[in-house]
């Protein structure tokens, strides 16, 4: 940390989620000293964050997500190199990094700075900025992640009807703004009916409910509604999807939000050959990780992004994160870290 100039006895402004006497998982903006960063061997100035679902339960103490506290949540930051250890990167090279370990048990993007290992690192692509690389963030990179799977197996934008569910969070809004803008067409599901003309500007050509991808007649089949789908539900949810997938469909999974378990008949894959996949985005090895991140940059980038985010203060993170966690949260968050 020398060669970059700063003290490790020096401070910077950070979110620390901590435990109070009682024993509640409490969130405050404080300061944090440098030598409390991992010696990761890539020190970065955090420009901006994205809020994911992953930073709440960090900040709710889920020891699933984060093992120990005081912790720092933030699993996606882009910013500055301002000291590196290898030839890799130089100081004031713009970088992101979303996923691995970062905001999990690795001091996280909600701060001042990071310092991460070379190789969870991506350099930012030429056509995006660092705030549009943080309004795609993990949840984009998590919805591009299965419409490559969709073009990997063929699925036809002029041909193709994709259903994309919970699709008023960060994800699914996502997910309807880039396959709309690849050319399909997208029926979004949402139980939040306020959520509707946002869907629609955003490039969803159908607006369905929630209780309609809630079947319960118990049959093995449903009639065809979609060639491909991106479920962000799981449960039930799930199990109507597959069942109302067309002959050679493919669904994607990354959420389980209604419930962890899936009861489906097998019919919908020995009788129409549907594929399902899941969507593990963290741990995307860096070869596919750089060649999503220029399907995001050249093709799938919506038009609309400006709209889709809300930027916050760091400051403003413990009420957002409080809002994510009842549910209240629509869009991307995007919090400004520093200038």
């Not at 050249?298 to 413990?318: A, Q, S, W, Y």
Request: with cysteine.
């Amino acid at each position: 940390m020398k060669q970059s100039g700063i003290n490790r006895s020096e401070t910077f402004e950070a979110l620390i989620v901590e435990q109070d006497e009682h024993g509640r998982f409490v969130s405050r903006i404080g300061r944090r000293r440098f030598d409390e960063l991992p010696e990761h061997g890539l020190l970065i100035k955090v420009n901006y964050s994205g809020l994911n679902y992953k930073d709440a339960l960090s900040a709710s103490g889920h020891k699933g997500i984060t093992r120990k506290y005081p912790h720092t949540p933030g699993i996606d930051a882009a910013g500055v190199v301002v000291h590196s250890d290898t030839d890799r990167f130089r100081n004031g090279d713009e970088v992101i990094v979303t996923g691995y370990d970062l905001g999990m048990n690795t001091s996280g993007g909600f701060a001042t700075y990071i310092c991460v290992p070379p190789d969870w690192t991506v350099r930012k692509p030429d056509n995006l900025t660092l705030l549009e690389c943080m309004s795609i963030g993990t949840s984009g990179f998590t919805a591009a992640s299965a419409i490559y799977e969709f073009i990997k197996h063929g699925t036809n934008p002029c041909e193709s009807k994709v259903l994309v569910s919970g699709a008023s969070g960060a994800v699914g809004s996502m997910a309807v703004a880039m396959l709309s803008k690849a050319g399909y067409k997208v029926t979004a599901s949402t139980g939040k009916p306020e959520a509707t003309e946002f869907l629609r500007r955003i490039g969803a050509s159908e607006i369905i409910g929630r209780e309609d991808l809630n079947d319960t007649s118990g049959k093995g089949l449903l009639p065809v509604r979609w060639h491909a789908a991106l479920d962000t539900v799981g449960g039930n949810t799930l199990s109507t999807v597959l069942l109302s997938t067309a002959e050679h469909g493919i669904v994607a999974n990354c959420g389980m939000i209604a419930s962890s378990k899936l009861e489906v008949p097998v019919f919908p894959f020995i009788l129409r050959a549907v594929r399902l996949i899941g969507i593990a985005a963290a741990e995307t090895p860096m070869e596919r990780r750089l060649e999503l991140w220029n399907l995001i940059s050249n093709t799938l980038k919506p038009d609309c992004l400006d709209e889709m985010i809300r930027i916050v203060p760091l400051h403003d993170v413990p009420s957002a994160l409080s809002a994510m966690i009842n549910g209240s949260l629509q869009g991307k968050v995007v919090i400004k870290i520093s200038a």
